[in-house]
């Protein structure tokens, strides 16, 4: 089994920053892409950031402009830079690869964005 371990939630203030970091317990070079989830309360599981192997990045509408994933291979490592966070930011964020049909998931961190 693939082991994803997230780490570097917290509780920040609003217009605060964070940064996500997910390891991987193998090589990412083998993953098509990695990314990060976000599930609120009441609401279901929605993206925020993806970068696939050809490091082409994908984003939420809502985290454009605020959030950045970076991928360092060296280090089996994805991160995820959060910026000028909101309210609406506060989730239990999870990291995820994908191998051609397969999909393997950290146990999440908790982000909570309060004033």
């Known amino acids: 089994q693939v082991q994803l371990v997230e780490s570097g939630g917290g509780l920040v203030q609003p217009g605060g920053s964070l940064r996500l970091s997910c390891v991987a317990s193998?090589?990412?070079?083998?993953?098509?892409?990695m990314g990060w989830y976000r599930q609120a309360p009441g609401k279901q599981r929605e993206l925020v950031a993806t970068?696939?192997?050809?490091?082409?990045?994908n984003y939420a509408d809502s985290v454009k402009g605020r959030f950045t994933i970076v991928r360092e291979n060296d280090k089996n490592t994805v991160y995820l830079q959060m910026d000028t966070l909101k309210l609406e930011d506060t989730a239990v964020y999870y990291c995820?690869?994908?191998?051609?049909?397969?999909?393997?998931w950290g146990q999440g961190t908790q982000v909570t964005v309060s004033s």
């Open positions: 995820n690869a994908r191998r051609m049909t397969r999909e393997y």
């Open positions: 970068i696939t192997s050809a490091a082409f990045r």
């Open positions: 193998r090589s990412i070079f083998s993953f098509d892409a």
